[in-house]
């Protein structure tokens, strides 16, 4: 079974650029999630997706941050304009209730690390 | 509000030698999940283990085994015998039913870097 794709894996762009990522969940996976790692720490949810519906997005820097899940499978995480402080890993996760741990278990991707100059 | 504290930032061991791993919680949900991962140098987070609050019995896996004590709120991961490939970054997660998500979300420490020196 494949695992959860993220693209690109590395990006350096200088502040008040704009940058996207890309996440393709597990095959099924109803739910995705995006989380935000700042060197150092624990991850930190950004938003959650219940298929093409936002589910919580209470920690999204809604300023800057958008994040989209057209037709309930890849998303998109955008980042306009960037800061210095948006320097971290995004990590992708998706998880199924039909999965071994159900809702519990969550299945990250590799990240996309951003570097903002 | 969920909060998860991993008091050891750093940690290195000579290999072979075994070594706990310290998680502490605090939530106020009755059901609740807790959760290790393993995040290497590559970067990708490795589930490990997940335990629900109603199962306190410890578990073994292999080298790896875990302890979890409600009356403590904690859970933590000892490592039996450490070998090189067991140097990542360790991270302890809680998660519980919230309210008008309907979903479980995960809270995470700041994780425990483990070296371990030949």
């Known amino acids: 079974e494949a695992g959860v794709a993220q693209s690109p894996r590395y990006k350096i762009i200088e502040k008040r650029q704009s940058v996207a990522f890309w996440c393709n969940p597990i095959?099924?996976?109803?739910?995705l999630y995006w989380y935000q790692q700042i060197l150092g720490q624990g991850p930190k949810l950004l938003i959650q997706?219940?298929?093409?519906?936002?589910?919580?997005d209470s920690q999204l820097p809604k300023d800057r941050f958008s994040a989209e899940r057209l037709k309930g499978v890849d998303s998109t995480l955008k980042i306009q304009p960037a800061k210095l402080e948006d320097s971290a890993v995004y990590l992708c996760a998706s998880s199924s209730p039909t999965g071994p741990g159900g809702q519990n278990e969550q299945f990250f991707g590799p990240g996309t690390r951003l570097t903002v100059l | 509000a969920q909060k998860v504290t991993q008091a050891q930032t750093e940690i290195s061991v000579v290999e072979k030698e075994d070594v706990t791993l310290d998680c502490v919680y605090e939530?106020?949900?009755?059901?609740?999940?807790l959760f290790w991962y393993k995040q290497p140098p590559s970067g990708e987070l490795v589930f490990l283990i997940r335990r629900n609050s109603f199962d306190e019995q410890n578990e073994i896996s292999g080298r790896y085994s875990w302890n979890f004590q409600k009356s403590t709120s904690s859970f933590n991961f000892t490592i039996t015998a450490s070998q090189v490939v067991d140097s990542a970054v360790y991270f302890c997660?809680?998660?519980?039913?919230?309210?008008?998500?309907?979903?479980?979300?995960?809270?995470f420490g700041k994780g425990t870097k483990l070296s371990v020196i030949p």
């Open positions: 997706f219940q298929n093409n519906g936002v589910v919580d």
């Open positions: 095959s099924g996976h109803a739910t």
């Open positions: 997660a809680l998660s519980g039913p919230r309210a008008g998500a309907g979903s479980y979300q995960l809270t």
């Open positions: 939530t106020r949900d009755t059901t609740y999940y």
